[in-house]
């Protein structure tokens, strides 16, 4: 599997900027039961996460120019298929989430971490940390998985979907 991570990705500011926003009270969150297509609700210790769907179904958010400004600006793309901002909640152990692929069409994805932590990203055979302003780039058609963190109140990312 071809992936490539892009470490310090964004200029200081744009970094700041987002994290003000997402970090803030007012930042709107939204409960999800699955993690994912293939979630099994047999997780003892964490089932659910928060996301915040900045683009999706050709729907912007109003927090689609914040990250159009400070986050998509760098990534270079032709069509933006989906943005989402995951917050997935501290655990007592990390729970490694059911492989999915984002759409089963071929498109690329982008998995910004906007804070270092213990949880990860993991591909059938290789585990990606979680690491502030990282950016990791890969082929969205293919299986991965998300993880949740011990070691921080929350994982947050940013997964984009484009062509």
């Known amino acids: 599997m071809n992936y490539e991570i892009k470490d310090n990705f964004l200029p200081q500011e744009n970094l700041n900027i987002l994290k003000k926003e997402i970090f803030s009270s007012y930042f709107?969150?939204?409960?999800?039961?699955?993690?994912?297509?293939?979630?099994?609700?047999?997780?003892?210790?964490?089932?659910?996460?928060?996301?915040?769907?900045?683009?999706?179904?050709?729907?912007?958010?109003?927090?689609?120019?914040?990250?159009?400004?400070?986050?998509?600006?760098?990534?270079?793309?032709?069509?933006?298929?989906?943005?989402v901002v995951n917050l997935y909640p501290r655990s007592e152990k990390i729970n490694i989430n059911e492989l999915h692929v984002d759409y089963p069409y071929e498109h690329k994805s982008a998995l910004f971490s906007l804070n270092t932590c213990d949880g990860f990203t993991s591909f059938e055979n290789k585990k990606i940390d979680s690491k502030e302003n990282r950016i990791l780039f890969f082929e969205g058609n293919k299986k991965h998985a998300s993880s949740t963190c011990t070691n921080a109140k929350a994982r947050f990312n940013v997964n984009i979907n484009y062509r």
């Open 28 to 83: 709107p969150w939204y409960f999800q039961e699955k993690i994912n297509i293939n979630h099994k609700n047999d997780q003892k210790d964490l089932s659910y996460y928060m996301t915040h769907n900045v683009f999706l179904d050709n729907t912007p958010s109003g927090y689609w120019n914040l990250f159009t400004k400070n986050l998509l600006f760098f990534i270079p793309h032709n069509e933006v298929i989906r943005v």
